[in-house]
């Protein structure tokens, strides 16, 4: 039975960079397995975000799985709550709940937001946070749950839609006025985050943050709403049992909805300090379980862009490269064929420091089906001369499984 890997590295593509000696993250960075599946297998471009949707993680990597977004995006939050165990109905909303570090400004729309994730602040610290704010906003219909680091949620039974909300990472830096709530209904969710600014500033968890230097959470932040999809199983569409492997509840999520097994690594934590071994030895345990298809989620990179940490994008690849990709090509050598695929879900560039909906490059590398692919590396370059495009990215799993 053939086996078959995906391996994401998430928000990996990006453009020259002065610092890296003017070139991407992928041509700058050490990266000799993932090169030799290069030369050896597939190269192009895919379009992975349809032109009229935004280009979130969400549907970047609904259409990676090999599912339409334009059919099956609802938004990202509900594919969270999923992944944290929420029952949602077919009427409810949820929405991205993060803890953010606004600036002190007395006028709310004038503050500027300093941290989509307060520092990367602790779980544990988080939930004291969100037990704060359910004790402040949760009442009939509203509900907040805490979730990992930064990231939480809110459930809105029954609530309305038609928001216009504004993703934090994208707005780093940047005075938040015109990037609040607006649309129907938004008066709702501006009143909650102007007031958790007024309770979280001096929660104690707060000020034991800022006497140790470090960024606090003093607000609360409301994008990504939706309603939960209806996703077709994988193992209906493709004939094979799946598991997922990531630090991100959103990846989780969409795996679950289409019927993946989610797997927890003990020390995975969504950026450049996770445990990339323990994936890499993951996703070959999930495979000698008998699984016969595993997509293994890395976020460092996509964390590296948004925090404009140049030297650790690129330091985040060689990591994924040597820490990844190589044990798990090891440990596939025993299966008479197998096939991998290596891909971002979007470009994250540094100068941005937000997504972007330009084709990224793929790699499909089967065991059996060695070929000179005439580049002789991986990169946002070479795919490009390949002339090698495949515009409606969902289809790219058929190809990769079915290979058509």
Not at 179 to 205: A, C, R, T, W
Request: glycine share 8%; proline share 6%.
């Amino acid at each position: 039975m053939m086996k078959y890997v995906v391996i994401l590295g998430d928000g990996m593509a990006d453009v020259p960079v002065p610092q890296l000696d003017n070139k991407t993250p992928l041509q700058y960075a050490k990266k000799p397995n993932i090169d030799y599946l290069a030369q050896h297998g597939e190269v192009g471009l895919v379009k992975t975000v349809p032109d009229g949707i935004p280009p979130g993680s969400d549907a970047a990597n609904l259409s990676v799985m090999g599912y339409n977004p334009k059919l099956y995006y609802t938004g990202r939050s509900p594919l969270e709550a999923v992944s944290m165990g929420i029952e949602l109905s077919d009427t409810d909303i949820a929405m991205r709940c993060n803890l953010v570090t606004l600036s002190d400004h007395p006028d709310y729309s004038q503050k500027v937001m300093l941290d989509y994730s307060s520092d990367e602040i602790s779980s544990e610290e988080a939930s004291q946070l969100i037990e704060e704010v359910n004790r402040y906003f949760k009442k009939g219909a509203l509900e907040f749950f805490p979730g990992i680091s930064y990231r939480h949620c809110l459930v809105w039974r029954n609530g309305p839609l038609g928001y216009k909300l504004t993703p934090p990472h994208d707005i780093l830096e940047r005075q938040i006025g015109q990037y609040l709530p607006q649309g129907e209904n938004s008066q709702i969710l501006l009143d909650m985050m102007v007031k958790s600014y007024e309770f979280l500033k001096d929660h104690p968890v707060n000020k034991a943050r800022i006497a140790k230097g470090l960024k606090p959470a003093n607000s609360i932040w409301l994008w990504g709403e939706g309603k939960r999809p209806a996703i077709p199983k994988f193992c209906d569409k493709y004939q094979l049992k799946g598991s997922v492997i990531s630090a991100v509840d959103l990846i989780k999520g969409i795996g679950i909805c289409a019927g993946l097994r989610s797997i927890d690594v003990e020390g995975a934590t969504g950026n450049i300090h996770t445990n990339f071994s323990g994936k890499a030895e993951a996703v070959l345990q999930e495979l000698e379980s008998g699984q016969d298809f595993v997509y293994v989620h890395i976020e460092a990179p996509d964390e590296c862009g948004h925090r404009q940490e140049i030297e650790n994008k690129a330091k985040s690849i060689e990591m994924i490269d040597d820490q990844v990709v190589r044990i798990i090509l090891k440990g596939l050598e025993k299966y008479p064929d197998y096939k991998v695929m290596v891909l971002p879900d979007h470009p994250t560039p540094l100068a941005l420091r937000t997504h972007t909906s330009d084709p990224v490059p793929y790699i499909i590398y089967q065991k059996t089906n060695e070929k000179a692919s005439g580049v002789k590396g991986y990169d946002e370059f070479q795919a490009k001369d390949t002339g090698i495009l495949i515009n409606d990215g969902y289809t790219l799993m058929d190809y990769f499984i079915q290979g058509k």
